[in-house]
């Protein structure tokens, strides 16, 4: 397979190295094999995360030069007032240094303990602010989420019948906030449709809840949307994007991922009293309203970086990218969640290691062999980052053990990519030589980022 051509140039370089497997194992040990500890100069090809490791535009770069750094009114501060309303048609936003600092902001304001938030899939940092506030973060995928090999369009969407079964069931005084998150990060960086995020509005504003998106991949879901649900060809992604967030009340965005920019966050919302109560918070927590936790050039970054996302060239290069790497591992054999999503390809490590069980973590085992054979950084998605142990000690392991390669944006070229199908083949090969890992450090909270880890003995 072969895709579009790269729609731009290269205009700045960066060198990177690798250095020898001897090296690579000392670096193993000493990071506990947990790649978010290894210094990113040790790094080969890192796929580590999309989020925050694009590379700008000149139009960024030239937008960064006109900062304006005053500390309230900033001028940045109404250019990106001015596109989040153009794109997304919300009035009240609050600008945050990132994702998660707009989805602290939101649920330590609307949520008490014991409530519960509906959600396709939960990514990592949006669970974990639900459930440090004392909520319950609940998953309500369609089924097909479990069928790994299974091209079906849209595998992100929520299962909607049992999303209202859920809200009869506990009431709707138990739910301030109705979620859903595009793409679905956990699942696979799959799509949902729009047919899909029509069907969840209806059912929250039934019930008088409030509906907010995850957007973090808002531009990469529309432009599936364009490409896979019928009657969206001939729209372009900017007017879909418009029939999404109509459908909202408000949404939370890590601009680091679709917005193209290395930091800075969004918190949108259409309620005036709402904007009000969170907008205290974010003073106290974040900064003044106008600038949220970023300097003024960060928020030019940010305004021109959302219409550098639902560019439709760069999103057909974009998707075709990770469609290509998805071609060539099919052809290798090896498995992944099927259709390739928009921003990574996601491993089924219980597949491709079929000898090491969940309690041994055959995701996290598969990071360290990326790192161990070519010098390649991911993370794993699976029983590291989701598994739940509740006081008896009994662990409930996720239904999904992902490795994921996430592509940061404009930065590597085909050439890398053929060099990560390289050496996953090489691992495929003697994969019955991987061993299970075990915990010799794990946090209570976001233990992925963190954790350290023992190499088992061959059994």
Not at 38 to 49: N, R
Not at 277 to 289: A, C, D, Y
Request: one cysteine or more.
């Amino acid at each position: 397979m072969k895709y579009l051509p790269e729609p731009f140039r290269i205009k700045v370089v960066e060198p990177i190295r690798l250095i020898s497997r001897e090296e690579r194992e000392k670096v193993l040990k000493e990071a506990g094999y947990n790649l978010f500890m290894v210094k990113a100069e040790d790094i080969f090809v890192d796929l580590l995360t999309d989020s925050g490791t694009s590379a700008m535009s000149d139009r960024q770069w030239g937008g960064i030069m006109m900062g304006d750094e005053s500390y309230a009114g900033c001028r940045n501060f109404y250019h990106l007032k001015d596109a989040i309303k153009d794109i997304f048609g919300f009035d009240y936003f609050l600008p945050t240094h990132q994702g998660r600092a707009a989805e602290s902001l939101l649920f330590s304001t609307i949520l008490t303990p014991g409530q519960f938030v509906p959600n396709n899939n939960h990514f990592d940092t949006t669970r974990a602010n639900v459930e440090t506030n004392g909520g319950i973060a609940m998953d309500l995928v369609t089924s097909l989420a479990r069928e790994i090999s299974v091209p079906h369009p849209f595998k992100g969407n929520m299962d909607t019948e049992k999303l209202e079964k859920f809200i009869q069931t506990v009431g709707k005084e138990k739910i301030p906030v109705g979620m859903i998150t595009i793409t679905n990060n956990s699942n696979g960086g799959q799509p949902v449709s729009l047919e899909n995020i029509r069907k969840v509005s209806e059912i929250y504003h039934k019930y008088d809840i409030p509906f907010f998106i995850d957007a973090c991949r808002f531009a990469e879901n529309c432009y599936f949307i364009k490409m896979r649900e019928e009657g969206c060809r001939n729209k372009t992604v900017k007017e879909i994007a418009g029939e999404v967030f109509a459908c909202a009340d408000g949404f939370t965005m890590s601009a680091k991922k679709d917005a193209l920019v290395n930091i800075g966050g969004i918190l949108a919302m259409r309620d005036e009293k709402l904007y009000e109560r969170l907008k205290q918070r974010l003073i106290l927590v974040e900064g003044f309203p106008t600038y949220g936790g970023l300097a003024g050039r960060d928020l030019e970054a940010v305004a021109v970086g959302l219409y550098d996302g639902i560019d439709e060239e760069y999103l057909r290069y974009r998707t075709e990218q990770t469609a290509y790497l998805g071609a060539i591992l099919r052809e290798a054999g090896i498995p992944f969640v099927e259709p390739p999503g928009g921003h990574a390809i996601y491993l089924d490590a219980l597949n491709f290691l079929p000898h090491i069980p969940q309690s041994e973590f055959p995701g996290q085992a598969l990071v360290v062999e990326l790192f161990r054979e070519g010098g390649i950084r991911t993370v794993e998605i699976g029983s590291v980052m989701f598994a739940q142990e509740d006081d008896r000690g009994n662990i409930t392991y996720p239904f999904l053990e992902l490795v994921r390669l996430a592509l940061p944006r404009r930065v590597y070229t085909r050439s890398h990519l053929d060099y990560v199908a390289e050496t996953l083949t090489r691992i495929r090969d003697n994969k019955e030589n991987i061993r299970g890992l075990k915990y010799s450090y794990k946090p209570p909270v976001l233990r992925h980022f963190t954790a350290r880890f023992d190499p088992l003995e061959q059994k």
